[in-house]
Nanobody, 124 residues
């Protein structure tokens, strides 16, 4: 069992940066692949980034590659999403999720634990 709590969301101007954090509880955090997803109003939840159990392998959606960086600290049981060069279209609720696929995955349905989400709003 893993519980996830996101933080770090807020409002930022286009071109700015935010860093999201996701704190996990549970003894086996380091065995889980971790991901970030987002959901904008009226749209389906979509994949943003994922990281494998060790933090060595990362994956990104094409829309954020080169602007966002996912990382994890297994000692602190925390996963991060550094978001730079933010665009208006990055506005969404961002969710942290955990999967037993330790290598990480793009597929939403393979994540069984989810946080409550944190709002990110990018303004012009």
């Amino acid at each position: 069992q893993v519980s996830l709590v996101e933080s770090g969301g807020g409002m930022v101007q286009a071109g700015g940066s935010l860093k999201l954090s996701c704190a996990a509880s549970g003894r086996t955090f380091s065995s889980y692949g971790m991901g970030w997803f987002r959901q904008a109003p009226g749209k389906e939840r979509e994949f943003v980034a994922a990281v494998n159990w060790s933090g060595i392998s990362t994956y990104y959606a094409a829309s954020v590659k080169g602007r966002f960086t996912i990382s994890r600290d297994n000692v602190k049981k925390t996963v991060y999403l550094q978001m730079d060069s933010l665009k208006l279209e990055d506005t969404a609720v961002y969710y942290c999720a955990a999967t037993r696929s330790s290598g990480g995955t793009y597929y939403l349905n393979e994540y069984m634990y989810w946080g409550q989400g944190t709002q990110v709003t990018v303004s012009s």
